[in-house]
């Protein structure tokens, strides 16, 4: 006998991390989320009819159905397409800086743990990709630099980059300075340093990427670069 409460139907909006096609006609469809952060999913039929789950694909928002099951993965019952961004899905640079956005988020996010805000803070990036990726290369690495920044903000892990995290003495500005990952920020040499050096140029773009100046390219580059060890040093396990 099956409990009502087994065959509960939830509901959240949700955005394709992974999908693995299993046995003849089903698939595993791995999902980012608002509601219960990452989540598997068993697609039954998927792969023989789009009737109850429309076409699959990545970098596309869906409003997605499903049951939880005792064994792991849930049931998806149906998925239904809410934004579709078509332009990013032809951009081969956007689509790249995409998927290191949803690679940050998926190494962040723990299973099962409602985090909205970080899927907000992807939703943004697609949606700016999507509206004005054709501007080119260095707005879309920005728009990558700007995502990761609120990502490691709303996932707890907000680089101090103004002051030194420890004496909280003030970053001379037009220098460059130390920063550490696993302190959190900037450290002064008084306080000890920090295991890599950051041209003042990195910080002038940091403050570009809010205002309306232009950041330099390899300051950015450089700056999605610390961004990227940042994520690896709070990887979930
Ligand atoms: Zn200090």
């Given amino acids: 006998m099956t409990s009502a409460h087994s065959k509960q139907v939830l509901e959240a909006r949700a955005l394709i991390a992974k999908k693995t096609p299993y046995q003849e006609a ?105 509206e004005r990726g054709h501007e080119g290369r260095g707005f879309i690495e920005c728009e990558l630099a700007k995502m990761g ?34 302190r959190g920020g900037v450290v002064c040499r008084a306080c000890g340093g920090g295991e890599r050096l950051l041209d003042a140029g990195v910080f002038e773009a940091i403050a570009a990427l809010t205002s309306e100046a232009t950041a330099e390219d390899g300051a950015v580059r450089e700056l999605v670069l610390l961004i990227d060890d940042a994520v690896a040093t709070h990887a979930v396990v």
């Avoid at 002051?163 to 500005?173: E, K, L, N, T």
């Fill in 26 to 130: 089903d698939l595993i469809v791995n999902w980012l989320t608002d509601r219960v952060g990452q989540l598997g999913t068993m697609a039954r039929g998927a792969r023989k009819s789009t009737r109850r789950f429309t076409s699959l694909e990545p970098l596309h928002t869906y409003a997605i159905c499903y049951a939880e099951s005792m064994q792991g993965l849930a049931s998806l019952r149906e998925a239904r397409l809410v934004t579709v961004r078509s332009a990013l899905a032809s951009n081969l640079d956007a689509m790249a800086v995409a998927g290191q956005g949803i690679r940050w988020l998926r190494t962040l996010l723990p299973h099962k743990q409602a985090e909205p805000r970080a899927f907000v803070v992807l939703e943004l990036l697609l949606n700016a990709l999507d």
């Fill in 149 to 182: 920044l609120d990502l490691l903000k709303v996932a707890g892990y907000e680089l101090q980059l103004d002051a030194c995290v420890s004496c909280g003495r003030p970053r001379p500005v037009d220098r460059s300075a130390y920063v550490s990952l696993a």
